[in-house]
C-alpha cells in the first residue's frame, strides 16, 4: 500500500503531528470544531501540494513563492497533485449557472447546433434548407412548363424608401422588382422610392421563365443570380397559381420567406453576443424601479409620505414642481395616494412632456416639464433637500423580451423534440436525464448518427449530478443562488465527470444541506472517485460517510489549544484504544449521545399564520407556526424550505417591523406577526464582507478592548485615543499594510497570495502602539487571543466578559478574537451572528431563524448549540431552525416536513406535528429515518 507521510505538522494549533494515510483510499478527517481538521487537511497538506506546484512554474512565479511562507511541516512525502474543493467558492457572477460550471450547457449547445430543427417564426410550421443542385431539380420537377418568376428577396420587413437601392439596382441592369405584393418597374422608383414610414418586402426579379429541360442552363444560371443577390435565398412566383415559394440554402420558411441563419454553438450562447437577449445582455432579468417600493401605503397622501424617496411634503424644488403640476392636471396632493386615477399617478411616476409654470418659494418662476419620480430613481440622483432617489426602489425582474430564457428570439426557434434550448434548461436534472435518454428514439436516423456522442457525454455529466443528491436543481440555476454544500457537491460532480486520475481529492463537508435519503448516493460518488484511482480525503462529521470510510483520521480531544492532537489514525472499525480521549467513537459507540427531551412544549398558544405561499416550488401552502416553541423546518434537499421560510416568512416579517424592502415571494396572507416584537435571522452569510472583520469588530467587544487601552498610564502619556488602537483608521495602525497585517499579491493566471507585511510582521500596528500593554499584551496579543483565553483574560470586565461568554457557549471558543471573517466557515459566522444575538437583552417575544446551524459542527458540538437554542426557547422566545440534522430535530417541539421530493416534485407539507408525530407518518422521508432516533 502506497501512503502519504506527514512528519511534524504543526500549522495553527497542530501539536507536531505525524501520521501515515494510504493513498487510493477514501479517508474521512473528524474532530470537534476548531480540533485541527482543516489545519491538517486544507493549511498543511493542500497548502504544501499548491506551493510545490507553483514551484513548478516561470521564473515570475518562483519569484513570488519566496516571499510566501511554507506550511508548519518538516515534510509530506507520496503527496499527488491536489484539488481542493471548498464549500466558499461559490462563483457570484451573475452569468454563472449550473449547466456552464458543469459544461453540460456545452454540449447541449453542440447538440442543438447540430440536431435541432429549425421552426418558422411565422407559422410555426418546420423550415427546410437546400443546396444549389437541389434547389435546381425541385424547380426543374415542380415548375415544368409552368410560367413562373425567379426572384431574388432584398428586403424583408423594413421601414425606409429604398431609393438607394434602386438606383444600384438600375445602374446593374435591372428592370423589375416584386414590391408589397406588386410586380413594379424599377424607374418609377428611383426618383420617390417607397413609403419610409412603412414595413416594405421587396424582390428582385431575376428571370421570367418556363421551365424545361432544354432551358437547364439559363435555369442554374439564374438560381445562381437569385441566390447571390439574394444571399442565399431566392424565391420563385407561381404566375398561373399567384403563389410564392422560398427556398434556400439557409434555413427558410417555404411560405413566408423567413429564414434563420446556420446553428453553431455560441447561436445557444447567452454568455455571446450573437446568442445572448439584446434587452437583457444574457442575463435574463431588467432592473427595473419597484412601484410597490416607492408607495408602500396606498392609504396615505403624497403630502404625508406616501412616495417613500420623497417623504412627507417639505419646502423643495421638486416638491414645488409636484404641485404645479398636479393643479395643472386637477388631481391632489393630500388625498390617499390609491385614490388617484391612472393617468394621475402616471403623471408623478413618469412625468409630463408639457411644460407647467412654477412659482418656487426663493422668488423664481420657471416653465418646466415634471420629470416624474422614476426618472429621478433611474438616474441615480440623490439630493437632502428633495429625497433619495436610488438603486435601493429598484428591484430585478424577467426580461420582457426573453422572458427570462437569457436568449435571442431567433435562438429559441431551433428545437428538438418540439423543445427549445431554454425549455431544456429549464427542466430539472431527474427530467432532463430521462428526455436526454429517451431521445434517441424520437430523432431522425441522420440526426441520431450526429448526436450519438454528444448524447453519451450528456448522459453521464447529467448522472453525476445526480449521484451527488443534486436532481432537483436545473441547469438554468444561477451558482450565486446555490448553498455552500450544493456549489461543492457541483464541482465534486464535474470532477467526476473530468476522469482524472492519480490525483487527491480534498473535500470540506461535501454532506452540508444534503438530507439523509440522498446521503448514500454522495458516499458512492466519493467511492467511484477513489476507484478511477484517486485519493479522497473528506473532512466530515457524517456518522454514515465514517462508517463508509476506508480510513479515519480524528484530531482532538478538544478545540483550539485543546486539540491538535491525532487521537485515532486507522480504519473505522479498528479497536479504539484504551487511553482515547476523543468524542467521535463515545457517539459512534453510543456511550455518548444527544437524549430526546422528555417533555414536548405546546408553545404559548399564539400563532404566526402564512397562508397561500406560492413561490418557486412552493403549491400553494399554508403553515400555522406555533410561538414560544422550538419548529423544525425539515425535508429532502430542494423541497422548498428556503423559499418558504427564508425568501417568504423572513421579508414578510422584517418588511412589516422594520419598513424593509426585501423582495417577497407571492403568498395569499399573513396574521400573527403582532405576536412578537423582534426577528433575528442567523443565517451563514459572512460577519464582514472585508477581510478586517472580525469576531471582535462584529460583537463590538473591540471597541470596550481600545477603551482599556487607552486608560493605561502609557497611553496617558504618550496621548493616544480609542483610534489609535483601531487598525481600520490612521493614527496607529501599519500605513505599510493599511493595518491588515498582510499584503496581497497578485499572481494574474493565479489566485492572489498572501504574506505577512514585511513592516509589522502580521502585528498590524505601529511599534510604538504595541509598546502600550494592558496587563502585559498588547492590543495585537489580545487580538491573537482565542476566545476562550480572552475570556478568561477579560473575566473582571462587566462590559466584555458577557460578550466573550456567549461565543464560547454557541462553542467558538477556539477562534481567534482578531481572525478574518472571510477565513470562518458559514457555520462559524452563524453562531458568531447567535452569541452576538444572546449577549444583547432578551426581550422574550422575540423570532430566531437559523438555516441549518450544524453546519461544520461534530456531535458534541450540536449538543452545546442544542443547549444555547433551548435557554433561547425558555425564556419565552420562538426559535425556527431548518435543518437536516436528526439529532436536531428529534429535540424540536414541532416539526414541518417537506416534500415529498426535491424541485418541481416538493413544495408541499407531507407532515408535521411532534417528532413522534412525524416519525410515524408514512408520507414523511424524513420521518423514516428519525423513527429509530427517538426509539433506540
Request: contains cysteine; neutral net charge.
Amino acid at each position: 500500500m502506497d501512503w502519504i507521510d506527514i512528519q511534524n505538522a504543526s500549522e495553527n494549533n497542530l501539536k507536531n503531528v505525524s501520521l501515515r494515510i494510504p493513498r487510493d483510499s477514501l479517508v474521512v478527517i473528524t474532530g470537534l470544531s476548531g480540533s485541527g481538521k482543516s489545519s491538517l487537511a486544507f493549511d498543511t497538506i493542500f497548502a504544501e501540494a499548491r506551493r510545490r506546484y507553483m514551484d513548478t512554474l516561470s521564473s515570475y512565479a518562483r519569484y513570488y513563492i519566496g516571499t510566501m511562507e511554507r506550511p508548519a511541516v518538516e515534510s509530506i512525502d507520496g503527496l499527488s497533485p491536489t484539488i481542493s474543493i471548498e464549500q466558499k467558492s461559490v462563483n457570484r457572477n451573475p452569468r454563472s449557472t449550473v449547466g456552464t460550471i458543469t459544461e453540460i450547457s456545452d454540449f447541449l449547445r453542440l447538440l442543438y447546433s447540430k440536431a435541432a430543427v429549425a421552426y418558422s417564426p411565422s407559422t410555426g410550421k418546420p423550415m427546410v434548407r437546400y443546396s444549389d443542385e437541389e434547389i435546381v431539380d425541385l424547380i426543374m420537377d415542380n415548375y415544368k412548363g409552368r410560367k413562373s418568376i425567379i426572384l431574388a428577396p432584398l428586403v424583408r420587413g423594413r421601414k425606409g424608401n429604398y431609393k438607394d437601392l434602386f438606383e444600384s439596382l438600375v445602374k446593374k441592369g435591372f428592370n423589375t422588382v416584386f414590391a408589397d405584393g406588386q410586380f413594379r418597374q424599377i424607374v418609377d422608383l428611383v426618383e420617390d422610392g417607397l413609403d419610409r414610414y412603412k414595413v416594405h418586402f421587396i424582390d428582385l426579379v431575376i428571370d421570367k421563365i418556363i421551365p424545361k429541360d432544354s432551358d437547364f442552363k439559363r435555369v442554374s444560371d439564374s438560381i445562381v443570380t437569385a441566390l447571390q443577390y439574394g444571399k442565399g435565398s431566392l424565391a420563385i412566383y407561381d404566375l398561373e397559381k399567384q403563389t410564392t415559394k422560398y427556398l434556400s440554402k439557409h434555413y427558410v420558411c417555404e411560405e413566408t420567406g423567413d429564414s434563420l441563419p446556420e446553428p453553431a454553438p455560441h447561436t445557444f450562447s447567452f454568455n455571446s453576443p450573437q446568442g445572448a437577449c439584446p434587452r437583457c445582455n444574457g442575463l435574463g432579468v431588467v432592473t427595473d424601479v419597484d412601484i410597490d417600493m416607492i408607495i408602500p401605503d396606498k392609504s396615505i397622501s403624497i403630502a404625508d409620505g406616501a412616495i417613500l424617496p420623497l417623504g412627507p411634503k417639505r419646502p423643495n424644488k421638486f416638491f414645488e414642481m409636484l404641485e404645479a403640476t398636479a393643479k395643472k392636471y386637477g388631481f391632489s396632493l393630500y388625498e390617499p395616494i390609491g385614490t388617484l386615477s391612472p393617468e394621475a399617478l402616471g403623471i408623478v411616476m413618469s412625468g409630463s412632456a408639457d411644460l407647467v409654470r412654477v412659482n418656487y418659494s426663493n422668488g423664481v418662476s420657471e416653465m418646466v416639464a415634471f420629470p416624474g419620480v422614476c426618472s429621478k430613481i433611474e438616474k441615480g440622483e440623490q439630493d437632502e433637500d428633495e429625497g433619495t432617489f436610488n438603486g435601493r426602489y429598484s428591484s430585478e425582474k424577467v426580461c420582457p423580451l426573453c422572458n427570462g430564457s437569457r436568449l435571442r428570439r431567433e435562438s429559441l426557434y431551433f428545437k428538438i423534440d418540439g423543445k427549445d434550448i431554454a425549455q431544456v434548461c429549464d427542466m430539472d436534472i431527474n427530467e432532463l436525464y430521462d428526455w436526454i435518454v429517451s431521445l434517441p428514439s424520437r430523432l431522425e436516423t441522420r440526426e441520431n448518427i450526429i448526436a450519438q456522442d454528444i448524447l453519451k457525454e450528456l448522459r453521464e455529466r447529467i448522472s453525476f449530478l445526480m449521484d451527488v443528491g443534486l436532481s432537483y436543481l436545473s441547469l438554468n440555476r444561477a451558482t450565486r443562488t446555490l448553498s455552500g454544500g450544493e456549489s461543492q457537491r457541483i464541482r465534486l460532480a464535474t470532477q467526476i465527470g473530468s476522469k482524472l486520475v492519480n490525483v487527491l481529492y480534498i473535500l470540506d463537508e461535501p454532506s452540508i444541506g444534503l438530507h439523509q435519503s440522498d446521503n448514500i448516493k454522495l458516499i458512492n460518488s466519493l467511492k467511484k472517485l477513489r476507484d478511477e484511482g484517486n485519493t479522497v480525503m473528506v473532512v466530515e462529521h457524517d456518522e454514515e460517510m465514517m462508517r463508509n470510510a476506508d480510513w479515519l483520521v480524528d484530531i482532538g480531544p478538544g478545540a483550539g489549544e485543546k486539540g491538535g492532537r491525532i487521537l485515532f489514525n486507522a480504519p473505522p472499525d479498528t479497536p479504539v484504544p484504551a487511553d482515547y480521549e476523543g468524542y467521535t467513537f463515545k457517539y459512534l459507540n453510543g456511550l455518548k449521545k444527544i437524549g430526546v427531551p422528555t417533555i414536548r412544549r405546546p408553545g404559548n398558544g399564539r400563532f404566526i399564520r402564512l397562508e397561500g405561499a406560492c413561490g418557486n416550488n412552493l403549491r400553494n401552502i399554508s403553515i400555522n407556526i406555533p410561538l414560544g416553541c422550538m419548529v423544525g423546518i425539515s425535508g429532502v434537499s430542494g423541497s422548498g424550505k428556503s423559499s418558504l421560510i427564508d425568501d417568504t416568512l423572513v421579508p414578510i416579517i422584517s418588511n412589516h417591523l422594520y419598513r424593509s424592502l426585501y423582495p417577497i415571494l407571492p403568498y395569499g396572507s399573513i396574521s400573527g406577526i403582532e405576536n412578537i416584537d423582534k426577528l433575528i435571522e442567523v443565517d451563514q452569510s459572512p460577519i464582514g464582507r472585508s477581510p478586517r472583520s472580525n469576531p471582535a469588530t462584529y460583537t463590538g467587544v473591540l471597541t470596550h478592548i481600545r477603551k482599556l487601552f487607552v486608560e493605561t498610564p502609557d497611553a496617558k502619556i504618550r496621548g493616544f485615543k480609542p483610534n489609535h488602537f483601531s487598525f481600520n483608521v490612521k493614527g496607529g495602525r501599519c500605513e505599510c499594510c493599511k493595518g491588515a497585517g498582510v499584503e496581497i499579491i497578485e499572481m494574474n493566471f493565479l489566485p492572489s497570495v498572501q504574506v505577512k507585511c514585511k513592516e509589522c510582521n502580521g502585528r498590524r500596528f505601529k511599534p510604538a502602539i504595541l509598546d502600550v500593554k494592558y496587563k502585559g499584551a498588547s492590543i495585537s496579543d489580545v487580538l491573537e487571543m482565542t476566545v476562550s483565553q480572552a475570556h478568561e483574560f477579560f473575566s473582571n470586565i462587566p462590559v466584555i466578559e458577557p460578550k466573550l461568554r456567549a461565543l464560547v457557549d454557541v462553542g467558538l471558543g477556539y477562534i481567534r478574537l482578531g481572525q478574518s471573517s472571510l477565513s470562518l466557515s458559514g457555520g462559524e459566522n452563524q453562531r458568531v451572528k447567535l452569541a452576538s444575538e444572546l449577549s444583547k437583552s432578551a426581550t422574550g417575544n422575540s423570532l430566531f431563524i437559523l438555516d441549518e446551524p450544524t453546519t461544520g459542527l461534530h456531535y458534541e458540538d450540536v449538543n452545546v448549540l442544542l443547549g444555547v437554542l433551548q435557554r433561547l426557547v425558555n425564556q419565552g422566545n420562538t426559535v425556527i431552525v431548518i435543518e437536516h440534522n436528526l439529532d436536531v430535530l428529534k429535540c424540536c417541539d414541532y416539526i414541518f416536513d417537506m416534500g415529498p421530493g426535491g424541485g418541481r416534485a416538493g413544495g408541499m407539507i407531507v407532515a408535521q406535528g411532534t417528532p413522534e408525530e412525524v416519525a410515524l407518518n408514512p408520507d414523511s422521508v424524513t420521518g423514516k429515518y428519525l423513527l429509530p432516533m427517538l426509539y433506540n
